[in-house]
C-alpha cells in the first residue's frame, strides 16, 4: 500500500536511506524539512511482513508537484519486487504533469536501467554534482494521446 508519510516513520526511512544512499544519505533534519515542503508527495509504501506479521516501510519517495524526484529507494531486501515501480508510476500518472526528473549519479547504472525502463531518457550532465562525481539529469515525458 502507497500513503503519506507520516513522522513517526521518520527511523524506518533513515535505516533504508543508510542502505541505500550510503556516500551521501538525507539525515532527519532533512527529512523532517522535506515532509514539510512536499507533504502531498513525501509517499511510503507498506506492507504486512511475512515473519513478524507488522506493518513495515518498504520503500519512499519525494516528489515535486512539478515533477522534480528528489529522493526515490527500496529497502534492499525488497528490491526488484515493482515497489520502485509502484512509487515511480505514481509520479509520472499526475494528470497535470509535463514532465518528471531527477538527478542520478553517472556510476549509478542500476538507477539508470531503472529509469530508462520506465521511459526516462539523459538530459544533460552535472559536473561535480555529487562532490567528486557528476550527475546524470534524467527526464521522462507523457506520450501524447491521439485524439481522433
Known amino acids: 500500500m502507497i500513503?503519506?508519510?507520516?513522522?513517526s516513520d521518520l527511523?524506518?526511512?533513515l535505516?533504508?536511506?543508510?542502505?541505500s544512499f550510503p556516500k551521501s544519505p538525507y539525515d532527519w533534519a532533512t527529512f523532517l524539512n522535506l515532509s514539510t515542503l512536499y507533504p502531498e508527495t513525501f509517499l511510503v509504501?507498506?506492507?504486512?511482513s511475512e515473519v513478524s506479521k507488522r506493518l513495515e516501510i518498504w520503500g519512499y519517495i519525494i516528489f515535486s508537484k512539478e515533477g522534480h524526484i528528489i529522493s526515490i529507494a527500496v529497502h534492499p531486501q525488497?528490491?526488484?519486487k515493482g515497489i520502485g515501480t509502484q512509487l515511480l508510476?505514481?509520479?509520472i500518472k499526475e494528470p497535470s504533469l509535463k514532465k518528471a526528473w531527477a538527478e542520478v549519479r553517472?556510476?549509478?547504472?542500476g538507477a539508470q536501467a531503472f529509469y530508462f525502463k520506465m521511459g526516462f531518457q539523459i538530459m544533460g550532465v552535472v559536473p561535480?554534482?555529487?562532490g567528486n562525481e557528476d550527475a546524470l539529469i534524467i527526464q521522462w515525458t507523457p506520450v501524447p494521446q491521439e485524439t481522433y
Not at 3 to 7: A, D, L, Q, V, Y
Not at 15 to 19: C, D, G, K, S, Y
Not at 106 to 109: A, E, L, V
Open 3 to 7: 500513503r503519506p508519510f507520516s513522522f
Open 11 to 13: 527511523d524506518l526511512i
Open 15 to 19: 535505516q533504508i536511506e543508510n542502505q
Open 45 to 48: 509504501y507498506t506492507s504486512t
Open 78 to 80: 525488497h528490491r526488484r
Open 89 to 91: 508510476q505514481r509520479v
Open 106 to 109: 553517472r556510476s549509478n547504472q
Open 128 to 130: 561535480n554534482y555529487y
